[in-house]
Every structure is written in structure tokens, then in C-alpha cells.
């Protein structure tokens, strides 16, 4: 056995302790330069966007008049791609990992798409907008409808809800599902009424965060060819429309021509955050209220 004098010993604990300091100052550096970074972005957007931000430009349609332009479509848009992203990536995604937890014998198999789930929650959204391109728009003949671009947003964020389910389903104590077979209750039952219920606050926590990168990803939509134009207001999941995220890129370009369009982009980026946050509070409400229950 190796020993050490006190001399050695209060040498190695001042290394340690130096290192310590060095380490916690370099955190908390790395830490102050993201928080500047995002207040300074902030103070931008809000600066940028006073006054414009009025009952008119919530209501206005797209217009080639600054002065007259509005984000009505572009919400609307926004509000029908949630309508086919929310159910696609809850059945899927939730039945998914149901089978996976539940269902699926442990094995090579069951390792396999597990695996390529993890993958495909890191493949470039890019990539799914050329899939939903070829699959959604060209393949079936959908067309750059509300339908393709959920359908492609769903795929780009199924992964994310799948393993977040599984996590909430994997926590769920083994002795609730031993009652309830200890009760007579079949596995489905036992599911349906006790693992679900008791993994929903995990569940809604995947969900609200698959639909908040569907609100804000460009790049599929692009691929898509959604138009930012001056289109009617959608009234259907077959019907063309723009968004959000789209409509604030496009004034971002065209602010190097029109200065007018950068204070466009700079109130629909806080129309963007505030809806954002109001969704992120309401799920939170919700979360915290199933909580209670289980």
C-alpha cells in the first residue's frame, strides 16, 4: 500500500481544489455568454417589432404593402399543420412505444428499431422534407397541402415522441402492473388503465415538445414548396398554405430590399413566442393536474 505525507496530500488537494475553480469559472463563463447572446436576441426582436404588432397585423392578410401586411394566413397555416401533426405523432408515436414497452420480446429485433428510432431523432430535418417530397407530394399527388406538410412534420418529430412515451412508460412502478394482474385484469387493461394513465404527465411532456419543433422547423416546408405568397386563408388539410416560421424567413430575405420587412419578421417572431409559451403553459397545467391524480 502506497502512502502519502501530509506535504504530498495538501499538494494534491490544492491541484484539485485550482482545478475545481478553473472548471467552475470556465462553466459559468460558457453559461453568461449563451444568456448575453439571448437577451441581446430578445431585446432585438422586441425592439424591432414595436409598434407593429396591432389588431390589424393579427388580422391582415399577406400583402406586398408592408404597411398593410398581416400574419392571419400565416397562423391559420399553423393552426392546420397542428391539426395533422397533434394525432398523427400522439397514435403513432404513444403506440409505438406501447409495443416496444409492453409488447416486443427483448431481442435483436426489439434492439434494431429501437436503435433506428435514436438515429432518426438526429437525421437533418432537410432530410424528411425531401422524404415527405417524394412519399407525400409527388408519390401520392397530395400537392403542397396542409396534409403532406403535417404528414412530413409528423415523421420529422415522431422519433422525439416515441422516446420520451417509452421513458414515461418505462417509469411506471412494476407493482402497479403486478396489482392490477394480482386483480384479474388482463395486459391491455392493465395498460390502458393503469401504465397510461399513470405515464401521461412523461407523455404530454414528449408531445408538447415534438409540436413545438414542428412549429418552428423551416427546412421540410421549403423542400415542400409551401408557398409564402398571397394565397387564400386554408380552410381544410387539402387545401395550399404558408406558416409561420416560413412567412418570417421570407421577410427576413426580402428585408435587404424593403427595411420595412425586418420589423415584420421582428413582430411575427413574438407572435411565434408568445404562442409558443401559451402552448407550453396550457400543456404544463395539464401535466401538473394528471400528476395530482397519479
Known amino acids: 500500500m502506497k502512502y502519502f505525507d501530509s506535504g504530498q496530500i495538501q499538494k494534491k488537494l490544492g491541484s484539485r481544489l485550482l482545478l475545481n475553480q478553473v472548471a467552475k469559472r470556465l462553466f459559468f463563463l460558457a453559461t453568461l455568454v449563451g444568456l448575453v447572446v439571448l437577451v441581446i436576441l430578445i431585446y432585438r426582436v422586441f425592439s424591432d417589432s414595436l409598434g407593429w404588432i396591432d389588431f390589424e397585423f393579427l388580422s391582415n392578410k399577406l400583402s406586398t404593402d408592408p404597411q398593410k ?50 438515429n432518426l431523432a438526429g437525421v437533418p430535418s432537410i432530410v424528411f422534407g425531401l422524404l415527405g417530397l417524394t412519399v407525400f407530394v409527388r408519390g401520392l399527388g397530395l400537392g403542397a397541402v396542409v396534409l403532406a406538410g403535417g404528414l412530413t412534420m409528423a415523421l420529422l418529430v415522431l422519433p422525439i415522441v416515441v422516446v420520451s ?61 409551401i408557398p409564402a405568397l398571397l394565397i387564400p386563408l386554408p380552410e381544410g388539410i387539402f387545401d395550399k ?17 424593403v427595411t420595412e420587412y425586418a420589423n415584420l419578421a421582428a413582430a411575427s417572431i413574438v407572435v411565434l413566442l408568445f404562442i409558443l409559451f401559451l402552448m407550453n403553459s396550457v400543456a404544463v397545467f395539464i401535466r401538473n393536474k394528471y400528476q395530482k391524480r397519479y
Open 69 to 118: 401586411a398581416g400574419i392571419l394566413g400565416a397562423i391559420s397555416g399553423t393552426f392546420w399543420l397542428m391539426v395533422v401533426v397533434a394525432p398523427v405523432t400522439f397514435f403513432l408515436g404513444v403506440g409505438t412505444a406501447i409495443y416496444l414497452e409492453e409488447f416486443a420480446k427483448k431481442g435483436r429485433f426489439q434492439s434494431f428499431i429501437q436503435t433506428n428510432i435514436s
Open 165 to 225: 412515451a417509452q421513458e414515461a412508460i418505462r417509469a411506471v412502478p412494476q407493482y402497479l402492473r403486478d396489482a392490477s394482474y394480482g386483480m384479474g385484469a388482463t395486459k391491455w387493461q392493465t395498460i390502458k388503465n393503469v401504465v397510461l394513465p399513470a405515464a401521461i404527465p412523461g407523455i404530454l411532456t414528449g408531445i408538447i415538445l415534438a409540436l413545438s419543433r414542428a412549429i418552428g422547423e423551416t427546412a421540410p416546408l421549403v423542400v415542400l414548396g
Open 241 to 257: 398554405f404558408t406558416v409561420m416560421p416560413l412567412q418570417i424567413y421570407y421577410w427576413t430575405i426580402d428585408a435587404a430590399l
